[in-house]
């Protein structure tokens, strides 16, 4: 396969690839399907190369030469967080990570980070640091992607109307950081009846024993007991 035909591929895997978690459940089985019917061969190309472990904003020098990384400086203060310049992010976020929360894009299901995270903590945006959602509302969705019944903290979700792939959905974006998230559906479980179904790569996980060093002590109260 030469290169043209590689890029021609990627491109088609990409676009699949961000309809997935558009769709509804039961459809994400179809999707994954024709994936793997259009990329037989391709296992050795890009696509599959591995990509360098996530990293959270501003975390690519240690402690010892900062006094303590950037995104901990931020994650105590992210009410105020100012969103970097494009550059700047392209140099913090991994290309999943830029991909999904600056291009709308879709990493792909159960191969990432927290979809069968079971850990106690909560999430936040990987750029601003900003609560979003706890493991107490997490649930097995199987759609591959980590999913939620409600937000830790609904005045830091935002919703916008996505009309692409030739459907009406909700798409769900961080109010400080404006990263893309993922989007919510009406299909999930009670007491909500609905599915945020999220991207890894746009989330950083605090588990519980962490949250007071990390800044967020206030939210230790929720685990009391679990």
């Not at 900062?66 to 105590?76: D, F, I, L, P």
């Not at 998230?181 to 299909?187: A, K």
């Not at 588990?207 to 679990?226: N, R």
Request: net charge positive.
């Amino acid at each position: 396969m030469d290169s043209i035909e590689i890029r021609r591929v990627q491109r088609m895997y990409h676009l699949i690839r961000r309809g997935c978690c558009a769709m509804q459940r039961s459809h994400t089985a179809i999707i994954a399907a024709i994936i793997l019917l259009i990329l037989p061969g391709c296992q050795a190309t890009a696509l599959d190369q591995p990509e360098p472990k996530p990293r959270s904003v501003g975390a690519d020098k240690s402690s010892k030469e900062t006094g303590g990384s950037k995104m901990e400086a931020r994650v105590h203060d992210w009410r105020n967080f100012k969103k970097p310049d494009d550059a700047t992010l392209r140099k913090m976020l991994t290309p999943t990570q830029y991909d999904v929360t600056q291009r709308e894009g879709t990493e792909p299901p159960f191969n990432n980070e927290y979809a069968d995270n079971h850990r106690q903590g909560i999430y936040v945006d990987i750029v601003s640091g900003e609560p979003l959602f706890s493991s107490l509302d997490k649930f097995e969705s199987g759609t591959g992607w980590p999913s939620f019944t409600k937000p830790l903290e609904p005045n830091n979700i935002v919703e916008k109307v996505d009309r692409s792939f030739f459907m009406k959905r909700t798409e769900i974006r961080s109010k400080h950081g404006d990263s893309h998230l993922g989007h919510v559906f009406p299909d999930g479980p009670k007491p909500t009846g609905l599915r945020y179904c999220m991207n890894s790569s746009a989330l950083r996980f605090i588990p519980k024993e962490d949250l007071e060093k990390e800044g967020y002590g206030e939210y230790l109260k929720l685990f009391a007991g679990h």
